[in-house]
């Protein structure tokens, strides 16, 4: 076999597996139905992945590359006030969620993989998905220092509540709020995505309550559009 066949047998099971570990899951996913789909044998799995587990790691790799090819996170100056470094973070993240193909198979494994996490998927959470979070529990550290250790993390998982919520219920928060705008559609999104950024900020901050020493009032009020590009 030479080496452009190779390649491109091993780029085709890497698209088939993606579209069935994307709609199945890894433990409902079968090297078979992978197999189908990609028009080759289990023999041509073996060689170029080794086993499902290998390959299921190889898809959400590729899957994580493109999506930080495509939705890189902006760079942080961390001279900022807090909740511009706050803003700024939220508006990566929503993009990453919300300004994507939800036919892409890239892009349905990786969401698969939170809500749903596998024991192959670890890494993945490890590697990506805890560091990301540990930025924003870092900031909330800074804005509330003095607020609980419970406080603090459900000012957190409220972001991920957010992201979670409008990636997946697009359609459903059109059709029971459509003056919000059609989040299930890409038309003026970035927009939308900041004006959200905006109140998740505002929301995190009245989860933390009298112990959020970050003026969001102030901010929004006068510095904001000096600080963070539309």
Same mark, same amino acid.
């Given at each position: 076999?030479?080496?452009?066949?190779?390649?491109?047998?091993?780029?085709?099971? &890497?698209?088939?597996?993606?579209?069935?570990?994307?709609?199945?899951?890894?433990?409902?996913?079968?090297?078979?139905?992978?197999?189908?789909?990609?028009?080759?044998?289990?023999?041509?799995?073996?060689?170029?992945?080794?086993?499902?587990?290998?390959?299921?790691?190889?898809?959400?790799?590729?899957?994580?590359?493109?999506?930080?090819?495509?939705?890189?996170?902006?760079?942080?100056?961390?001279?900022?006030?807090?909740?511009?470094?706050?803003?700024?973070?939220?508006?990566?993240?929503? +993009?990453?969620?919300?300004?994507?193909?939800?036919?892409?198979?890239?892009?349905?494994?990786?969401?698969?993989?939170?809500?749903?996490?596998?024991?192959?998927?670890?890494?993945?959470?490890?590697?990506?998905?805890?560091?990301?979070?540990?930025?924003?529990?870092? &900031?909330?550290?800074?804005?509330?220092?003095?607020?609980?250790?419970?406080?603090?993390?459900?000012? %957190?998982?409220?972001?991920? +509540?957010?992201?979670?919520?409008?990636?997946?219920? +697009?359609?459903? &928060?059109?059709?029971?709020?459509?003056?919000?705008?059609?989040?299930?559609?890409?038309?003026?999104?970035?927009?939308?995505?900041?004006?959200?950024?905006?109140?998740?900020?505002?929301?995190? %901050?009245?989860?933390? +309550?009298?112990?959020?020493?970050?003026?969001?009032?102030?901010?929004?009020? %006068?510095?904001?559009?000096?600080? &963070?590009?539309?």
């Amino acid at each position: 076999m030479s080496e452009a066949i190779a390649e491109t047998t091993r780029k085709r099971i &890497i698209s088939a597996a993606g579209e069935v570990f994307a709609d199945r899951g890894y433990e409902a996913a079968t090297v078979r139905e992978i197999c189908q789909n990609a028009r080759t044998n289990v023999a041509s799995v073996n060689y170029h992945f080794g086993d499902k587990r290998k390959l299921y790691e190889v898809c959400l790799d590729e899957a994580r590359r493109q999506r930080e090819a495509l939705f890189p996170l902006p760079a942080i100056d961390d001279g900022l006030p807090l909740p511009a470094r706050l803003v700024v973070y939220l508006d990566g993240i929503l +993009g990453r969620f919300l300004v994507s193909d939800p036919t892409s198979w890239e892009g349905r494994l990786l969401l698969r993989e939170i809500l749903q996490p596998s024991s192959a998927g670890r890494p993945l959470l490890e590697q990506v998905v805890r560091p990301q979070f540990e930025y924003l529990a870092g &900031i909330v550290d800074l804005m509330a220092p003095q607020a609980s250790a419970k406080d603090k993390a459900f000012a %957190c998982h409220f972001v991920v +509540g957010q992201c979670i919520l409008f990636r997946t219920a +697009g359609p459903l &928060i059109d059709f029971l709020t459509p003056e919000l705008g059609p989040f299930s559609s890409p038309v003026e999104l970035q927009g939308r995505i900041r004006e959200l950024s905006l109140r998740i900020a505002a929301g995190m %901050c009245a989860i933390l +309550g009298k112990d959020c020493t970050a003026d969001m009032d102030e901010l929004l009020r %006068c510095s904001l559009p000096r600080f &963070i590009s539309a």
